[in-house]
């Protein structure tokens, strides 16, 4: 089965810079990619997802990047906020089914 | 769009109670829905894929006749614990899917509490 590895666990950056995170997955089949932002008793929130026929994809602060080579994808925050404190979770799959996730990082940002 | 709603947000009972909890899309019709579990500080893991009028799939090491799934409607898919015991204290996630190759929507999940 597919299996999805995280890195940082814990990423504290300054308010206003960038926050990066990575994660390799091992199923060559797999063909979907999303990102979820998980705050503190809530379910996750998709935030940007990529598909496998495109290699970056970009929404105001946040984008992510896929290379299928060498299966890793990446969340890139650029100008963090306060409120973008949380745990993120990174994840992949097929087009229906169930998804795996990375074990999330949690992202701190001090202000 | 797509709102995914679940009953209840957070539950305690004794040992031995059974619980049902409800994942509903409330502005879709799902064709699948998919049941995960949350232990505190760590990922979710996905427990059982649920099709509308068919059986659920259940992944490696769940038990199918522990974790009931029912999934009688396209909007509407039922996850009971039957005699809960402590050990299956969880977050309970469900999430909905309108169609292949659209994203999945979560609820916002149900924090189970067995005593």
């Known amino acids: 089965g597919e299996n999805v590895e995280q890195h940082p666990s814990t990423l504290s950056v300054q308010e206003g810079d960038s926050a990066v995170i990575k994660c390799t997955y091992s199923?060559?089949?797999?063909?979907?990619f999303p990102w979820y932002k998980q705050e503190l008793g809530k379910g996750p929130q998709l935030i940007i997802d990529i598909r496998s026929n495109v290699g970056e994809k970009k929404d105001q602060r946040i984008a992510v990047t896929l290379n299928k080579t060498a299966k890793h994808f990446s969340l890139h925050i650029t100008e963090t906020q306060p409120e973008d404190s949380a745990v993120y979770f990174c994840a992949a799959g097929g087009g229906a089914d169930g998804l795996t996730f990375g074990k999330g990082t949690h992202l701190i940002i001090q202000p | 769009g797509a709102v995914v709603s679940q009953h209840p947000s957070w539950v305690i009972c004794k040992s031995g109670t059974s619980v049902k909890i409800e994942c509903r899309s409330l502005d879709f019709q799902a064709t699948t829905m998919f049941w995960y579990r949350q232990f505190p500080k760590q990922s979710l893991m996905l427990m059982a894929t649920s099709n509308e009028g068919s059986k659920a799939t259940y992944e490696q090491g769940v038990e199918k006749d522990k974790f009931l799934i029912n999934h009688a409607s396209l909007t509407l898919s039922t996850l009971t614990v039957t005699s809960a015991h402590p050990e299956d204290s969880s977050f309970y996630i469900c999430s909905a899917l309108r169609a292949p190759n659209q994203p999945q929507h979560f609820g916002d999940g149900t924090r189970l509490s067995i005593l």
């Open positions: 199923d060559s089949a797999s063909n979907y």
